[in-house]
């Protein structure tokens, strides 16, 4: 293929001009040679390593980072991770998918806080609303940019995030901070952290709240509240607690207009979430230890119910306009001129589903979930030798008749998964990890990946992987069902608009990656090349059945799941972080694309989508220190054209966000800063997923005050 003779040029390429900077001595290394400058993760494999011995290629995202970037929410982020699309699907919604082939709600990606999946099975997506957490709580967050399903389970089938929270020891005694700005938005945060005699806590408030766009007044707001806790009880054991609840609303709705802006209908959607998460790790021994985790997340969506106009505007514009000028004219459909007929046929099918399905709401964004998990993993470490096995169960609960016809719906999960680090020399790193998936009286999956990292040199690493990853179908994939009836006739459905499909297959990647990590001899900064291959098979999408019309008289078609898609990807991420001086440093992303995918049936035609990931997307970001009480930032990003599902094809954009902010210390104790953040500060205004969504220029004035 010509893909594999570019990606094995072009790392031939990089090893020779790399490799030719270094005399033969540098190739005869110590066992310490590859811990210099190299960070350490966790989140690939469930075991401590430094990034030159992970399987696969990952993205760090500090506390520096996450300053510097101006960036107002965690969605925004992940602007700065090669081969994430991020996209404002509304104001206060967001979508985060890796490598396209997504839409409102992406259902490929693992997000994790500390551990604890926040991948909701009622919306088959995270819900970044109601996450319990404020962008100061974040100590780093490790992205892992490709399958990780081996380590972490079906959500994880192309790549995975683990947000790591801030240690309640070394936060400042007390701290807040206020925003301000477009939008008119007000948001504070308040944080208290201390030492109890076994232990360290923190506690976390946040209020936010804006009126969304000036078109739409799709606004937002939320208050939030998180405990943190890391107790030692004894030499041998250590417990972490967690738990917070979110509450707020959010306004919702497709701001894609079938006939005119006008036409756009949004709805309030009021959530509620919380959890608790419980980690026990004891250390039997200075070779074993034992981890007890288990968590529960709870999220509740309540969608404002539609009037009968707003009903009526969303099924027929034209049929809005002449019922709200003259009603009458629609009480005999027959006896209308056939102009207006449908438009009349329009007016009473919506009266019928709001008078015979309360359940109705526009956006389907109406239901409870919980998610309950417990998980029992062993650790042993040699010398070089490195093994975590574990056991976890997973029960995922879905209620709310709009969303399932049952009312109540839940599945179980059972799995079991190895991960092991072996380092037979200082040149060798291999990985290997499985995990398989069984759902209770249904589907199984397994999955497996093997890596072998090569360490040329002191400061180049040369990883190969491989990797076969399984995907088991979410819960509203599997049961989701939605019908709407006609009033007083015997339950005689008027829409079927969806039926559910027990029989759905697992979807499966095979990944192949070459991938390459520099580290600078002198300067401080590294520098990490991936060339991939992605093929997705089984891939579930939406499919059209016809009933009899004897059963469906509003529409003879319904959609249900099925396993009908394919494609492939194929392309290469750069990833270069360098800090010339103390005072200044560079992040670089960009990522190539080539996404082909094969035309498929959806049951009432034949479907063939082109631009589903951006073939060339870029981020930079520079932060640079003239003084030390003054930080200069910018950052720049540039997608490349894009199709979203349920979106609209979204031309190539440029943004650029600036961020300055002044610190001082008003006393011994206390320091302060403002920050002044333009985000597209240089126009022109543009959108990201619907085409009457603008993004346009925000300016945000944050500030910030700590008590040690």
Request: charged share 20%.
């Amino acid at each position: 293929m010509p893909t594999k003779n570019y990606s094995k040029n072009i790392i031939t390429l990089l090893s020779f001009c790399i490799l030719s900077t270094h005399s033969a001595a540098d190739l005869l290394l110590d066992e310490n040679a590859f811990l210099i400058d190299i960070p350490t993760v966790t989140s690939a494999t469930r075991l401590t390593q430094h990034l030159s011995d992970a399987p696969v290629s990952m993205t760090v995202i500090d506390r520096a980072t996450i300053q510097a970037s101006g960036a107002q929410t965690v969605p925004d982020l992940f602007r700065l991770v090669p081969g994430f699309q991020v996209a404002h699907v509304n104001t206060n919604k967001y979508a985060v998918t890796y490598h396209g082939h997504s839409d409102d709600f992406p259902r490929r990606l693992e997000v994790m806080i500390d551990g604890r999946s926040v991948y909701m099975p009622l919306i088959s997506s995270p819900d970044w609303t109601s996450l319990g957490l404020h962008l100061d709580d974040i100590e780093k967050i490790e992205i892992v940019r490709g399958s990780n399903t081996a380590t972490h389970g079906s959500n994880a089938f192309l790549g995975a995030i683990n947000i790591i929270t801030r240690h309640p020891s070394t936060e400042s005694k007390a701290s807040g901070s206020v925003t301000l700005g477009s939008l008119d938005t007000s948001n504070t945060n308040a944080r208290f952290s201390g030492l109890t005699p076994i232990g360290h806590y923190r506690l976390s408030y946040g209020y936010e709240e804006n009126s969304g766009s000036r078109q739409f007044s799709d606004g937002a707001r939320r208050n939030y509240l998180n405990f943190s806790g890391s107790f030692a009880p004894s030499t041998q054991d250590q417990i972490e607690i967690r738990t917070g609840i979110d509450r707020g609303y959010t306004t919702i709705g497709s701001l894609k207009a079938s006939e005119t802006p006008d036409s756009i209908v949004t709805k309030e959607r009021d959530y509620s979430s919380n959890f608790q998460h419980l980690i026990w790790n004891r250390t039997v021994n200075d070779s074993l230890s034992i981890e007890v985790a288990g968590y529960r997340n709870e999220l509740t969506l309540k969608e404002q119910a539609p009037s009968f106009e707003e009903v009526l505007k969303s099924v027929s514009y034209e049929a809005y306009t002449i019922w709200m000028n003259n009603p009458e004219i629609f009480d005999n459909c027959s006896k209308l001129p056939e102009k207006l007929e449908k438009s009349c046929i329009a007016v009473n099918d919506s009266a019928n589903s709001l008078n015979s399905t309360p359940s109705v709401r526009l956006n389907n964004e109406n239901g409870s979930t919980r998610q309950e998990d417990l998980q029992v993993s062993g650790i042993y470490t040699q010398a070089n030798l490195s093994s975590v096995i574990g056991l976890g169960y997973r029960k995922d609960i879905g209620t709310g008749r709009t969303l399932f016809d049952n009312g109540n719906i839940s599945t179980k999960r059972y799995r079991v998964f190895f991960n092991s680090v072996y380092n037979p020399s200082p040149i060798y790193t291999i990985n290997l990890g499985a995990l398989h998936e069984n759902e209770e009286s249904r589907s199984e999956a397994t999955s497996l990946r093997t890596a072998l990292n090569v360490h040329i040199t002191n400061n180049l690493t040369l990883r190969t992987g491989l990797s076969h990853s399984e995907r088991l179908p979410s819960l509203y994939e599997s049961y989701g069902e939605t019908t709407y009836y006609y009033d007083g006739l015997d339950n005689e459905i008027y829409n079927a608009i969806r039926r559910p499909n027990q029989n759905l297959n697992p979807e499966k990647v095979n990944s192949k990656e070459v991938g390459l990590l520099y580290n600078f001899q002198n300067i401080n900064g590294n520098l990490d090349i991936r060339i991939f291959n992605e093929k997705i098979t089984q891939g579930i999408e939406t499919y059209r059945i016809i009933l009899p019309l004897s059963q469906v008289n509003g529409s003879n078609t319904t959609r249900i799941e099925k396993n009908i898609s394919s494609w492939e990807n194929n392309g290469a991420e750069l990833q270069l972080k360098i800090q010339p001086k103390d005072n200044l440093w560079l992040l670089l992303n960009y990522t190539y694309i080539n996404s082909t995918k094969d035309g498929f049936n959806n049951g009432s035609r034949f479907i063939t989508r082109n631009h589903l990931a951006p073939r060339h997307s870029a981020s930079a970001l520079v932060s640079w220190k003239p003084t030390s009480d003054l930080q200069l930032s910018a950052a720049h990003y540039y997608v490349d054209q894009m199709h979203w599902f349920e979106g609209d094809i979204r031309e190539a954009y440029n943004r650029t966000d600036l961020r300055a902010a002044k610190s001082w210390t008003p006393s011994s104790q206390t320091q302060a800063e403002a920050a002044l953040v333009i985000q597209n500060a240089f126009g022109p205004t543009y959108k990201e997923f619907y085409d009457y969504h603008d993004f346009e220029r925000r300016i945000f004035l944050t500030f910030r005050l700590k008590y040690d």
